[in-house]
């Protein structure tokens, strides 16, 4: 949701779950900053919102490269069809 609005992200993804691969796709694309729950603590939290303050324009244009266009539609297809399947 927050990359479909192209809001900047603070990624703190729980260890080995599928939030880490989710994370990594957005900091590889220039699109987020990740912070693990081993580095969190106020003194990285403080300079990570600090470096997406100074980069917020580029996350922005870099979350816009990453979206599928009128995701929202194919996703509300998708659980029509599952719902529609069920009925």
Known sequence: ELAELRKPMLIVPIKDTHQEKNANLFSLARAAYILTE????????????ETINKNKEELKRNLKGLM???AHILIEREISAIINKTT
């Open 68 to 70: 599928r266009p009128n």
């Open 38 to 49: 081993d580095e969190l603590n106020y003194d990285n939290f403080k300079t990570k919102i």
